[in-house]
């Protein structure tokens, strides 16, 4: 039996394990992984927050290394990572990122792309354009759930937004915001990350000593007391976008979103095509995000690093 | 001095009393209210939800009895019941009803319109065309409410549509989207009262049966179970307008709504010129919500009677 490397969750333990090649089933095709990204999701379910057994990792960039009707086979390429049924009524309306019976590698009842190798379906793959560096493609899934925002909601040119949280997810929402030509403030508490947005003509303030009210905010503090701030500094009949999963349940006044019109609007993946454009363009400093890279051999270490207060992007690097 | 019966609040207790005639102001009209309509939000008021000392009631038909510039004398009229300062910054981007210096009559540092007389500006004021009886007129507030909803989201006409809760604002609701063409079924718990809807093909089903699933739900339920179940029926990326204020505080799971892509949404008071066009059409059976008419003289009994189990609307008469 053909094995691979593969960092694998089991019981709450990451590990490392040589595990059998994957199967490319019908409709299937079969990548070798450059690089995975590990995101506060991965992070997540190691503490338990999200139950998974399995190989880890969702965000990826690799090689067609199979491809039954041969069009893709040495082709760079992301994967989205809602694998739905395509059968069900959410489905049949369009809503496949939505489909109840969804797997979703390394996050839900499918093995993720922390591996030498990975499957995926035709339909979840997209080639990536020549322009954009490897380091950058695995940039592709967390910049898709930013658009999301621009695929929910219209933003007025006139409106003030504010994203809250500089972690990796505040970081790129505001460069999708800011490519959109929306002026965009981010309420953070990381001078040195929010600095990075400098040359995208982005403004950080520190979170605690914004003053003012906005039109329009985004919360992507992972953290409870975001969505307790946002209603604090939200205009009347303002917008406050939803992004990150909290484990758990907010105490929420109701009442003020009654009196004072408030939407609230839960966001969560996005679409790859507009992110892949965008990265094409090659004006996000993306990769100035990346912290540290790590090989496949060293991927205990890596997840353990990247939960580090402070920590940005870390890469893991399949090397054979 | 002249004085008018007038039902006040004072700490707590419903006292009817004589009070000074109203001085008006420059820029307001003096109304002789005709029939005032007693409100949840008046009940909460005597229960002690909203802090408020003075004569009670927001929801009224009158007729203008001072207009200093003649022009509106001896018509029936209305009025919108945000009264905003006009200047501040809310105000100046056009959100009167959200100024923070907003008084409102009977709910907020303003005398209301259970009385012979009330004042208002002549902003605020509204005609009533001749085919609305006075009666319906006085459902002219709860149902701009009920139409904010259709100002502030679009309900595109494959989408399903519930109403949560047969109360008051629940059934205006319903005709109010039964009238603009959307297809809606109420989930309450009286069925005598969803009866009401029948003529406008308005489906009651009893809440606690429902099995299916709905992309667009109103929470009239004036009750924090309400968004608790609408989070239990509402389809991924659905939307949920909230429409009563709650006075406690609900622990909502926020990672339904970012997984789900689920949109809350708070409204508030709504557009009086279409409401008064819905009246006009005659189609709404309105007055089939009235349960009881109190003259002013039993106007603690009126609003002891409305706040019982079961009783829809009960209108104050200002007979002199």
Redesign the interface.
């Known amino acids: 039996m053909i094995t691979v490397k593969a960092l694998v969750l089991e019981k709450g333990k990451v590990l490392l394990k040589e595990t059998p090649i994957p199967i490319v089933s019908p409709g299937e095709l079969l990548i070798r992984v450059i690089y995975g990204g590990i995101c506060s999701t991965d992070l997540e379910m190691v503490k338990g927050y999200v139950p998974f057994s399995g190989i880890m990792g969702h965000e990826f960039v690799g090689v067609v290394e199979k491809d039954p009707e041969g069009k893709l086979e040495g082709k760079r390429v992301v994967g989205e990572i809602n694998i739905s049924c395509g059968d069900c009524s ?1 489905c049949r309306r369009g ?1 496949k990122t ?1 489909c109840p019976e969804r797997k979703v590698p390394g996050i839900k009842n499918r093995n993720g792309v922390f591996a030498e190798y990975v499957t995926l379906p035709r339909e979840n793959i997209f080639p990536v354009p020549e322009e954009v560096p490897d380091k950058d493609a695995v940039f592709t899934e967390p910049l898709a759930a930013g658009l ?1 925002i621009l695929e ?1 909601v219209h933003i007025p040119p006139s409106s003030s937004v504010g994203i809250l949280g500089d972690g990796k997810l505040g970081l790129l929402v505001a460069m999708v915001l800011a490519e959109a030509g929306i002026e965009t403030i981010m309420l953070g508490n990381h001078p040195e990350k929010m600095k990075i947005l400098k040359p995208l003509g982005i403004q950080g303030l520190i979170a605690k000593d914004f003053q003012g009210k906005m039109d329009f905010l985004v919360d992507c503090t992972g953290n ?1 007391k975001g ?1 307790e701030f946002a209603l604090k500094i939200i ?3 303002g917008t406050i976008v ?6 758990e ?20 993946c996005g679409p790859f095509g507009p992110a892949l454009r965008l990265l094409q363009k090659g004006r996000l400093p993306v990769e100035k995000m990346i912290d540290k890279v790590f090989p496949l051999s060293r991927g205990i270490e890596a997840i353990e690093f990247a939960g580090k207060r402070g920590v940005k992007k870390v890469l893991v690097e399949m090397e054979r």
Chains 1, 2 share one sequence.
Do not use: F, Y
């Not at 939803?242 to 484990?247: G, R």
């Open positions: 959410v809503l939505h999301e929910q409870p969505l205009n009347p009949r939803l992004k990150t999963t909290v484990a349940q907010t105490n929420l006044d109701v009442g003020v979103l009654v009196r004072e019109e408030i939407r609230l609007i839960g966001s969560r």
